[in-house]
């Protein structure tokens, strides 16, 4: 499945973004787990936010803990991000895909930019 990410864009400190993840042509899965990843420049892709799709149970990473959220509607076939007090340090590409990743279904990703 490749997936779409998009709802990036630049922001200033304490700024808010809400990304958005589509599967291209096709659904998101019903079950399993699907993340929200991030890569800054020089530094390798971590994920950051996780979510079981049968039961909606989510997990962060400790640096996004309280200030993202991972969700999920199944009505409109969307996996979301709510990026709340943006910092400088969350400045990445951000992508989603599976929990673990599945290589083909990398896309992307959508850049997102905090100015101090």
């Known amino acids: 499945v490749q997936l779409v990410e998009s709802g990036g864009g630049l922001v200033q400190t304490g700024g808010s973004l809400k990304l958005s993840c589509a599967a291209s042509?096709?659904?998101?899965?019903?079950?399993?787990?699907m993340g929200w990843y991030r890569q800054a420049p020089g530094k390798p892709r971590e994920v950051i936010a996780w979510?079981?799709?049968?039961?909606?149970?989510?997990n962060y990473e400790d640096s996004v803990e309280g200030r993202f959220n991972i969700s999920r509607d199944s009505s409109k076939n969307m996996l979301y991000l709510q990026m709340n007090s943006l910092t400088p340090e969350d400045t990445a590409r951000y992508y989603c895909?599976?929990?673990?990743?599945?290589?083909?279904?990398w896309g992307q990703g959508t850049q997102v930019t905090v100015s101090s």
């Open positions: 895909n599976y929990f673990p990743p599945l290589a083909d279904s």
């Open positions: 042509g096709t659904t998101l899965p019903d079950m399993g787990i």
């Open positions: 979510i079981t799709l049968t039961r909606g149970r989510v």
